[in-house]
């Protein structure tokens, strides 16, 4: 059994007459520990694909097995409960709260799961020293480089402890230097903490550091 099966997974959006079909029957199996880049030209239904694999959204037809147990024959309470215990979303802009501090900002999901906060901060500290940020704790988001910003968003993603890690074009705001640091993060965890990492790229120099790479192509997957 995979840790993830994608079985004929299908999103049409629109209504009758001027549907458009982005995904047309995605199959594909993700192991615990993978690391896979998505690459396709701009508006091939990468973003599509991920946000359907994080269930912040519902496919037209098929549907994604996490350990075996379907996902969307979940109700709309569970799939929320998935999303927020299981993985931890990057995103292109970093959407950090600007009034909050990075510390408080990497906090933030678990103190909106309740957990306790003294332990919680023990946690975001750990997170932060992690991403070489320990001097910036009390920095908030406009007292952060670019750089900065985005590794304290993976660190908030990661807060949780979650299964996988959905990236979307996470370097893609990025100069170079500050694309290569981010990205050797995102592998750090990968390889040390064996957290599954979907990342969608445009650099396919990134792409191929990575341990498989699959494109979109017309709503197909070519790996
Ligand atoms: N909510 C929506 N309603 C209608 N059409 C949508 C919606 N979201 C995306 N689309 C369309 O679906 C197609 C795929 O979009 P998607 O964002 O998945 O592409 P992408 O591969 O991520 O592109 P990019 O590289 O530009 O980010 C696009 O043609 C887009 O216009
Ligand atoms: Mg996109």
Redesign the pocket.
Known sequence: MSFIEIKGLRKT??KAGGE?S?LKGIDLEINQGDSIAVT??????????LSLMGALDRPTGGDILYDGSSLFGLDDKRLAAFRNSKVGFVFQFHHLLPEFTALENVMLPGLIACEERGLLRERAEGLLEEAGLSARLDHKPGELSGGEQQRVAVMRALLRRPEIILA??PTGNLDRKNGEDLFDLLLRLNTTDGITIIM?T?NDLLASKMKRSIT?VDGLICE
Do not use: F, I, P, Q
């Open positions: 959006y629109g458009l982005v396709g030209a701009s508006g091939a239904g990468k973003s599509t694909l979307d074009e969608v445009h979109l």
